[in-house]
């Protein structure tokens, strides 16, 4: 019976506490246990606070990378990392770990080391200029240098100019190098060139125009064209097309001008080529079109007689191209970039796609007795590319520039334009040996 009494006396008793007093929290979990037993995987206690928990996340913590303490540090060019629980270091821009030893970060300057040029390894027989051997600039501080051409007298390129001024221009570089000369000034957006024995052929906002290889006064040949996407000349004639006017392009044309000493240059539109005409080359006997499309895969190949007078039908050779455009005519055969590749055909075959699916884009080519070469337009990672006529042994010439755009080739070296490094006088001429 006291047995009874005691257990409801200590029932009354306990629920008078709770009504009365405020609840206690548990003791936290760590309070009997090690912290480490009690993190997850990856986590730990590393500063012994246990109000803060597991801390510590091992996989990538700097100063606890694995272990607690285990502290990252980064080195000469380099930032450190802890990546999976191990020290790594992150080169920056231009600079690469190229002994092993994280302890001297990344000592080998890309840029400009001639035992490390633009990679671990690659060894220059002269200098390294930004990444890539033995590589000379030819002009520098150009405003906007795009479209290239050279023959046996000369490098010329076309400066687009800044700030949406007037102030382009045509340029001369001497073979053996030197001072560039300015052919024509105060020009607004200059661009496709085409060149002849004694004249530089120039598209500009106003139309097209010719200036002597050895200077003097441009002369118009053809004020008004308006969208001008390639030049050719051959046999005292020139040809160029006329994109046509947005969306549709319908009204975009290949036109001719006879080159007669003393005579005035006649414009007479020898075709309307719809889809907005892209590229222009010549053979013998014709003159070959490329419409970009207004759409995927609505790209198309044309050809028109040399000897037409009056506007006619041109002759569809290929179509279901995609953006074909750039294009040039080389030992027989016509050459064109489409999107990501570049194809070539000859008259009565089929178009082959030499090279596809490449990482960028191509913007412009050029040629030597045995190789394509191309350039590829980006900001930062612009590259100088070759390859062999059958699409084999891909090789990069120059990588890490800023737009290259133009590009040549003579019998020992290309030459390309690097259009923009950030600033509106930044653009350069640059040469480099070609690829064996």
Known sequence: MRSRHLRGFLGALALAACSSS???EAPPPWSATPPEALCPEGFADCDGDRANGCEA?????LESCGACGARCAGGDGAAALCAAGACVVACDAGRADCDGEAESGCEARTLDDARHCGACGVVCSAACWNGTCDAAVLAEALPLPTFLEVDTSGLYWSNQGANDRANGSIMRLDP?????MV???DLAHPGHLALDEAAVYFSHEGGIAAVPKAGGEPTELAPGARGVAGLAVDQGTLYWVEAGTPPAFEDGGLFAAPLDPGAEPTKVKLATVPGFASGIALDADHVYVTAAGTGEAQGAIYRVARDGIAPSAPEGLHDKLDEPRALRAHGGAFWFIER??????SPGTPVRRVVSDLPQTPAQLAFDDTRVYWT???EIDGQVQS???DGTDLATRARNLGYPWGIAVDGSNVYWTLAWAGGPMTGALVSGPKVP
Not at 176 to 180: I, P, V
Not at 340 to 345: D, H, K, L, S, Y
């Open 22 to 24: 405020p609840s206690i």
């Open 57 to 61: 996340a091992l996989q990538t913590s």
């Open 176 to 180: 053996g190098g030197g001072t560039a």
């Open 183 to 185: 052919l024509a000034a």
């Open 340 to 345: 990501e590749g570049i194809a070539t055909f």
């Open 376 to 378: 590829t337009a980006r």
């Open 387 to 389: 390859a062999r006529f």
